[in-house]
């Protein structure tokens, strides 16, 4: 890596490289001399223009250049392992122990759950049964009808689980080989960073993928100009939540799906292959899975299956007493003014149409469209929750 950084540029510092590399100078210094001493590098004397290194010891501030043998060397090197480029990886010994220990389960106190799943109306059992699968980090499958917040409850898993936990950049998966972990896309970044700049610490990670899941995504992914792996969905979600949303509505069944992840639910421990190589390597699996469907169970899975999955949890439709009470949340949101009457106007129109948690959202949403079209204000009376009724569900 030393050398990568110094064929990249004309001229590098001692101090340039140890921040590239996130390392402190006096791990980097004996490596530099090594280099200099095999005639892979020239030491070129201080660096006299300015920069970042003035003002730091005479070591950080010396210059080195890449030699011809030194660049023939580091194409060798690149060509038979990676051309990663960044902070230097972690071993895998420091991350399993980094993530075995933000797998340790604490103390979920019922405030601490209420508050995390406040805003879900919850039929009874269901917070307790979330309670207990976050604090033994056992797998959840959840089950109802389309719209009563199966994936919001599982959405709000990550927020259980704990403080901020630690990723690092890049991983040795040895063989000379790495493996990116922190994804941008994915992580959201926590305000204070470590001093160890090859980590990063992040909030609990919540990796979601629903209808477009294809088994593949738990595949490492190569890059080869870099010559470096990216890490699959499953590792992405280590520390944090991984949720399979639609289950039975991807390419592949729901069996495939679970006996692909059976052995890392048993034992904690996924094992990659790495395409380049062909090896195979022993990483951690240290994320909670949480699977939801709107399909009936008994159809997606026998009951081998089923057992297989810790923590079954219904999300029934709603009583009219829930609905009442999401309507009214839904409606200081909107801050549409209360009418108590309407409430019984729309029950009526229910006739026998079962309850859905999302119909209080989406019927007010629709009537403040209504009403912005026409041009007046959002109130809740019987033309404008007539109109707005009638948009919501297709005639039968």
Known sequence: ?????????????????????????????????????????????????????????????????ITKQGRTRSDQIGDSSTRYLGPAPVSMQEYKAVLAEAAKPGTLDLVKVSLA?????????VMEAVRAAVNSRSSIFIYGAPGNGKTTLARRISSLLGGPVLL??????????????????????EPNQPADRRWRRVARPLVQVG?????????????????????????????????????????????????????????????????????KVEIPFRAQLALSTNLKPAELLDEAYLRRLAYKVLMPDPTWEMWCRIFERERDRLTIPP????????????????????????????????SSARGVRPQLTAELVEAAWNTLFVAS
């Open 1 to 65: 890596m030393v050398l990568r950084i110094a064929a990249s540029a004309t001229r590098v510092t001692g101090y340039e490289v140890a921040e590239a590399l996130a390392l402190p100078f006096s791990a980097i210094d004996p490596i530099l001399k090594a280099l200099t001493g095999t005639n892979l590098l020239d030491a070129l004397g201080l660096a006299q223009e300015q920069g970042p290194w003035l003002g730091r010891p005479l070591p950080e501030r010396m210059a080195y250049a």
């Open 117 to 125: 799943l406040s805003g879900i109306e919850l039929a009874p059992g």
């Open 211 to 279: 209808g477009e899941f294809q088994l593949e995504m738990f595949d490492p992914t190569w890059e080869d100009g870099s010559r470096v792996y990216g890490a699959p969905l499953q590792v992405k979600a280590n520390g944090g939540v991984l949720l399979i949303d639609d289950l039975g509505r991807q390419r592949v069944s729901p069996k495939q799906i679970l006996d692909r992840l059976l052995v890392p639910l048993e034992q904690d421990t996924d094992f990659l292959n790495l395409t380049a190589t062909g090896r």
């Open 339 to 370: 009418a108590p009457q309407a409430l019984e106007m729309i029950q009526s129109l229910y006739g026998g149409r079962p309850l859905r948690g999302n119909h209080p959202r989406d019927l007010l949403e629709r009537l403040v469209d209504v």
């Open 168 to 189: 690092p950049v890049g991983l040795d998966v040895g063989g000379g080989e790495v493996m990116t972990i922190f994804d941008g896309a994915v992580h959201r970044l």
